[in-house]
């Protein structure tokens, strides 16, 4: 399970650096992808099912972390318009927020 960790710290440090680059929509796409992999170690740890894909994800968030799956669901759309619109600095922002917040959060669990 550490490797999950390991790699959604990478996808952090990748997300900083399209930040800092003005790559918004890349900084978007790796902070989100932090984000999921934080949760899916969150959901591993606490009920020992690993998600699958996004619709299990969002499944098991909104009946076991409500909370986290309201947050995460309102980042979702901001995800997908990465894919075909362009974001700005104010977006890569709000999810680079969250992705350090859902990490401390962990961080503080364990």
């Not at 799956?69 to 997908?80: A, G, V, W």
């Given at each position: 399970?550490?490797?999950?960790?390991?790699?959604?710290?990478?996808?952090?440090?990748?997300?900083?650096?399209?930040?800092?680059?003005?790559?918004?929509?890349?900084?978007?796409?790796?902070?989100?992808?932090?984000?999921?992999i934080f949760c899916?170690?969150?959901?591993?740890?606490?009920?020992?099912?690993?998600?699958?894909?996004?619709?299990?994800?969002?499944?098991?968030?909104?009946?076991?972390?409500?909370?986290?799956?309201?947050?995460?669901?309102?980042l979702f759309k901001?995800?997908?318009?990465?894919?075909?619109?362009?974001?700005?600095?104010?977006?890569?922002?709000?999810?680079?927020?969250?992705?350090?917040?859902?990490?401390?959060?962990?961080?503080?669990?364990?």
């Amino acid at each position: 399970m550490e490797d999950l960790l390991n790699t959604a710290e990478e996808f952090l440090k990748s997300g900083e650096e399209n930040l800092e680059k003005n790559r918004f929509n890349v900084a978007v796409s790796d902070f989100f992808k932090a984000i999921v992999i934080f949760c899916d170690y969150l959901i591993y740890k606490e009920i020992k099912i690993l998600p699958k894909n996004h619709v299990d994800r969002f499944s098991l968030l909104n009946t076991h972390f409500k909370e986290i799956y309201n947050k995460i669901s309102s980042l979702f759309k901001t995800y997908t318009q990465s894919y075909n619109q362009k974001l700005n600095k104010t977006d890569g922002l709000n999810l680079k927020k969250y992705a350090y917040e859902i990490r401390d959060y962990i961080k503080n669990k364990k």
